[in-house]
């Protein structure tokens, strides 16, 4: 099952060599990870440029899950958002973590605004992160 969603910023962690990050090869291999048309819009292109085929190939081929906005709930979560002093979450963020919400997916993120929504917004992180 592609459950698994991995953020742009894990990603890049991932491409970097960092440690923390090397458990999604196995992710990868038992084919668990998921994506969608934001993620890849933000590494395609670099990786594109770089001309690095291989893995452009591999992150296309990925489970990606259609983004099904609604944009009343967007709104919500960036009023809980507000609410809750997190004033600096992007849209393509939240409509992220509403993909995942949507699909019941788990996320993996290096950035800590996700970590921080996940206390008052109904966001799953896969559990190595605990």
């Not at 991995?6 to 458990?23: L, T």
């Not at 290096?110 to 921080?116: E, L, S, T, V, Y």
């Amino acid at each position: 099952m592609n459950n698994i969603f991995v953020d742009s910023s894990a990603w890049i962690e991932y491409f970097k060599g960092n440690k923390d990050y090397e458990f999604l090869k196995n992710l990868i291999v038992n084919n668990t990870i998921c994506t969608n048309d934001i993620i890849l819009t933000e590494l395609l292109p670099s990786i594109i440029h770089r001309k690095e085929v291989h893995l452009a190939e591999l992150l296309n081929s990925l489970r990606k899950y259609i983004l099904l906005i609604d944009w009343q709930d967007i709104r919500n979560i960036q009023i809980s958002n507000l609410k809750h002093g997190n004033n600096h979450i992007g849209v393509a963020d939240i409509i992220i973590v509403q993909n995942c919400i949507q699909n019941n997916l788990k996320i993996i993120s290096h950035d800590n605004h996700f970590r921080a929504m996940e206390k008052y917004i109904p966001l799953e992180f896969y559990k190595l992160f605990y």
